[in-house]
DNA sequence: GCACTTAGTGTACGTTCGTCCACATGACGA
DNA sequence: TCGTCATGTGGACGAACGTACACTAAGTGC
């Protein structure tokens, strides 16, 4: 039997020292950007996403714009981690191609939560010059691992490209022909596959 | 002397009927997203800015959700209408790929607003299905307006070409060679100039 | 000019927000 | 074991929010 009253069972009991503390905030954060947009963020909703207390918010980040910033960074760092592999796992300019187009096809497809939170980040850095480190950042490395296979120039059209027709994949509700973002591609890269 | 209380100067003898109200709160509402972002507008913000009482913007629009889709909706239309009669305008090919790469450079270089109200409106649509109609209506447009000149799959690649440009220049702090955007619309026009 | 309808407004309410700070708690050297 | 310190917390506070509703002012027929 304890000697001290257990803290309530539904809180659980919270160590103090927690050193994944911050990260998991971090986490937390982006689900709730997320689900309810940078509007209807606050550190209410993600200290209860994180089950962190409110007042360890304002204790580990100065406010929403730190929070904000770390979050999107880590998100910008893991997209551009994923994408920088895949050039790099490619033997070719034809094999990256071919990947570009998949990558392309998947992004509309499949992930909801990367569309809406690059969508978010993207709106954050055309308002904040603040945020624009992060695109800045992710735009060259992009660029960078496109390079690996192409020239300067084309590496950056393509990355232009990339991004026009994972948009407009997303956002159209009617149902796309792969072989347009394919030719695209294609027309773009100049290779004859 | 007056027998009333003269109602405070400042806010000004509104007339009772305003049938332009509507409208002004519209642009009003549009002003403020530009300058503060979905997440930062309120209906008192809103208010202010049009210089209407708080209680219009229930009068007028069920709630902020109605709001948003006129707003968007009014500003979508008006981008479509000028890029529609830019379009019209040219008398060709050469002519139309000319007028998209001003509108590319253009863009990144002057239009801040444009840049911001652009991303609020997809990061909404990416969101929430309620708005994806304003998107695809836009988007159905451009490409309904690259078709005078080009053939459709040419129109739809050259339409996301564009997003993705725009976008690449206006987040990307350091200076972009203008040729490079032409060189890729070029190539995916396939016009010769 | 009066009665009645419609259009529009001011204000008060309950909620949610970010921030702050007095205090509780675990870590640790003596 | 105890005293001290840094870390972390809970709750209170004022500001801002959207909404609802009793009301005023303008329009309209007589």
Chains 1, 2 share one sequence.
């Not at 927690?18 to 954060?29: K, L, M, S, V, W």
């Not at 100065?62 to 981690?81: C, K, P, Q, Y």
């Not at 998947?106 to 690059?118: I, K, N, Y």
Request: proline share 6%; glycine share 6%.
């Amino acid at each position: 039997m304890p000697d001290r009253p257990q803290p309530p069972a539904s809180r659980g009991n919270r160590r103090r020292h927690d050193p994944d503390r911050r990260e998991r905030i971090i986490a937390a954060c982006l689900e709730v950007i997320a689900e309810f947009g940078v509007a209807g963020t606050s550190h209410r909703k993600v200290a209860a996403a994180a089950d962190v207390p409110l007042g360890s918010m304002t204790y580990h980040f100065s406010g929403m714009d730190e929070l904000l910033h770390a979050a999107f960074g880590r998100f910008a760092t893991s997209v551009s981690d994923g994408f920088d592999a895949m050039m790099a796992a490619a033997e070719g300019p034809e094999e990256a191609e071919r990947i570009v187009v998949a990558i392309v096809d998947d992004t509309a497809a499949e992930s909801h939560r990367f569309l809406v939170l690059t969508h978010e980040l993207y709106t954050l850095a055309a308002r904040e010059p603040a945020f624009r480190g992060l695109t800045n950042a992710w735009m060259a490395r992009s660029r960078a691992a496109l390079e690996r296979h192409f020239d300067p120039a084309t590496a950056r059209m393509l990355d232009a490209l990339i991004e026009g027709l994972t948009i407009h994949r997303a956002l159209d509700t009617e149902p796309h022909d792969p072989a347009v973002a394919a030719d695209a591609i294609r027309r773009i890269t100049g290779l004859r596959t």
